[in-house]
Nanobody, 126 residues
Framework: QVQLVESGGGSVQAGGSLRLSCAAS????????MGWFRQAPGKDREFVAA????????LYTDSVKGRFTISRDNAKNTLYLQMNSLKPEDTAVYSC???????????????????WGQGTQVTVSS
């Protein structure tokens, strides 16, 4: 059973940067699309970014395009999210997720994903 553990969250001022990591254990994710979601207090879980197993397809929500970059290192079984030019509205718990099926293209909805990490807090102050 694959387990996902996020790291790299923290508190930064607006305009700052953070790099989130999501380490997978208990199995390989090299053939499975992965995604990042976030949830702010009192709000629904929101799609942030996703990447195909081959890295040829990446998806972003409009609000992070040009600021966030999703990547993966299949040799290390690790997913990343580089976040630049952070804004207070980016404040949320960020979770990584593994697609339900191998070789599928990444999706934007939580139901596409079957394994989730516990999340890491990102707080951006103005």
């Amino acid at each position: 059973q694959v387990q996902l553990v996020e790291s790299g969250g923290g508190s930064v001022q607006a305009g700052g940067s953070l790099r989130l990591s999501c380490a997978a254990s208990g199995g390989t994710v090299s053939r499975i699309s992965m995604g990042w979601f976030r949830q702010a207090p009192g709000k629904d879980r929101e799609f942030v970014a996703a990447i195909s197993w081959s890295t040829t397809t990446t998806l972003y929500t409009d609000s992070v395009k040009g600021r966030f970059t999703i990547s993966r290192d299949n040799a290390k079984n690790t997913l990343y999210l580089q976040m630049n030019s952070l804004k207070p509205e980016d404040t949320a718990v960020y979770s990584c997720a593994m697609h339900r099926y191998a070789f599928n293209l990444p999706g934007r909805t939580p139901n596409d994903y079957g394994v989730w990490g516990q999340g890491t807090q990102v707080t951006v102050s103005s």
